[in-house]
């Protein structure tokens, strides 16, 4: 009986042909996403599907003091005609340039930092390249002033450009080390290394920063990296006064030329006070997400993500700017009084 139902719905209805096309499709689609897995936008997901989501690991952070701070000057000139540096530091210090320096020489100063020679003064980094430069030139910079030092490449040296790529020698590097040894005891941060692109006759490229390391009284190494916002707000890197303050991730060795750990500061970032969750446009943004290093989110929209919402990356931990109660937390407080 069955099948001459079937016989007769094959021969008279074309239904027969949607249902069979129709289970095969659904038994398929069941199948591929069975097999591959099926991951929901957050957008499209209800509140309690985005609560049972794994919460972002978040980073352990302890506190440290930067004492030094450099950038350059906007108006970035070249190789022959110089360059302006403009550095801000809570004691009195030392900026040391290096032009010209070796590739290979810093690589390897910094090494020796790490195996046992804290390079905590500027003759002492300077004896560490041991004289891979072709040009070096030092400033004294009072506390907490902020003045611009003029740095050039003599032109009876006849240096105009580095060659090309793959260079042997930086363009520039700065350090800044602290003056006074009384001071040096009182931060774990003994010195700061800053490697500049200028450009020269070969390589045209805009004057910048290439790398920034800190060096620790305890023999470490840490990579600075810049923070970012929306393609509508600033970097958040673009600051020049060091803060007592300053929040760095768990102490990690670092070799040179890896990937180091971020630090932060609370006081450092006024373009971030002030600027709304990317995602609820309520709560100022105050969590940085990881490996992308976007600032865009609150402290409460962070536990709803597995991707960045400026990038889409996966992420992995995040940090918090400045320590700050949950907007719930700080109404149960009020609340409780």
Not at 18 to 40: A, N, R
Not at 284 to 299: K, M, Q
Request: proline share 6%; glycine share 4%.
């Amino acid at each position: 009986m069955a099948a001459e139902f079937l016989v007769m719905l094959y021969e008279y209805s074309p239904l027969f042909y949607i249902t069979v096309i129709s289970v095969c499709f659904i038994i398929t689609v069941v199948v591929v996403l069975g097999w591959f897995g099926f991951d929901v936008p957050v957008i499209l997901r209800s509140s309690d599907e985005t609560e049972s989501l794994t919460p972002v690991p978040e980073r352990k952070m302890v506190q440290v003091t930067n004492p030094f701070a450099l950038e350059m000057d906007s108006a970035a000139g070249t190789v022959t005609e110089g360059v302006s540096l403009r550095s801000y530091c809570l004691e009195d210090c030392i900026l040391s340039c290096f032009w010209g320096c070796g590739v290979q020489a810093l690589q390897a100063a910094l090494q020796s930092h790490q195996r046992g020679v804290r390079l905590s003064t500027a003759e002492l980094f300077q004896e560490a390249l041991e004289l891979s430069y072709h040009h070096h030139q030092s400033f004294n910079i009072q506390k907490e002033e902020k003045e611009q030092y003029f740095t050039q490449m003599p032109p009876d040296l006849g240096v105009t450009e580095f060659g090309l790529l793959p260079r042997e020698r930086y363009p520039l590097v700065a350090v800044l080390t602290l003056a006074n040894p009384e001071t040096r005891d009182n931060y774990n941060i003994v010195a700061s290394v800053t490697v500049l692109h200028v450009p020269d006759d070969k390589y045209r490229l805009s004057a910048r920063i290439l790398f920034q390391y800190l060096l620790t009284a305890q023999g470490n190494l840490y990579d600075l990296k810049p923070l970012f916002m929306s393609a509508d707000n600033s970097n958040l890197s673009e600051t020049t006064e060091p803060s007592t303050s300053t929040q760095g991730a768990e102490p990690q060795p670092e070799s040179p030329g890896e990937k180091g750990e971020e630090s932060d500061s609370e006081e450092e970032w006024p373009d971030a006070q002030g600027r709304d969750c990317v995602v609820c446009q309520n709560a100022p943004i105050n969590r940085v997400l990881l490996p992308c290093r976007h600032a865009c989110v609150c402290d409460g929209c962070v536990y709803h993500f597995q991707h960045c919402p400026i990038c889409r990356a996966f992420v992995l931990e995040s940090f918090a700017l400045a320590n700050r109660p949950v907007c719930g937390e700080e109404e149960e407080d009020l609340t409780e009084d």
